[in-house]
Nanobody
Framework: QVQLVESGGGLVQPGGSLRLSCAVSGITFGINSMDWYRQAPGKERELVARISGTGRTDYADSVKGRFIISRDNAKNMAYLQMNSLKAEDTDRYFC?????????WGQGTQVTVSS
């Protein structure tokens, strides 16, 4: 069974940084894209960043230049470095992967940007 566990969320002041991590277990090969989504209560889940199996990255316009997605295939990990955080980045962040058996989601980690 494929499982994703996010960590690294928390409370940070505007302008600060956080690094989210996503640990993937239950699969050792065949992970294609690794993504980070975010969702606020009552709103649709939004794609924040994606990294393909070849390392190509894509970002939502709202985070370009501030967030960096990366992955470590040897460790089955994905990361999201978030810099220059704004109040509007406050959301629950979810890790998502597409793999040979389908796709899987984590439970999310809360990021709150507030002074």
């Amino acid at each position: 069974q494929v499982q994703l566990v996010e960590s690294g969320g928390g409370l940070v002041q505007p302008g600060g940084s956080l690094r989210l991590s996503c640990a993937v277990s239950g699969i050792t090969f065949g992970i294609n894209s690794m993504d980070w989504y975010r969702q606020a209560p009552g709103k649709e889940r939004e794609l924040v960043a994606r990294i393909s199996g070849t390392g190509r990255t894509d970002y939502a316009d709202s985070v370009k230049g501030r967030f960096i997605i990366s992955r470590d295939n040897a460790k089955n990990m994905a990361y999201l470095q978030m810099n220059s955080l704004k109040a509007e980045d406050t959301d629950r962040y979810f890790c998502h992967i597409v793999h040979l058996m389908g796709d899987s989601w984590g439970q999310g980690t809360q990021v709150t940007v507030s002074s």
